[in-house]
């Protein structure tokens, strides 16, 4: 599921790489969709596969831990790619 969701994800981002202000809304739908195919399979098996490395005693520190990064990821990345 992870490898899959991975490339799922690098084959509409390769593809999203290739638009221009010209691309039609079918080319974009379709590798917005590939990317949000792609992370949906990606992140919860990563976060299963992380999280069940951990002892129970652990687990909700590694779960505070985990959505604390996945936040801060977001914010970041909406900051350095949105337009200035």
Known sequence: MIIGGFL???GGLALGATSTRTTGYGTTAVWIILVGAGLGAVLPASMNAALGALSTERAGSGSALISTLRQAGGTIGVAVLAPS
């Open 8 to 10: 799922a994800l690098a």
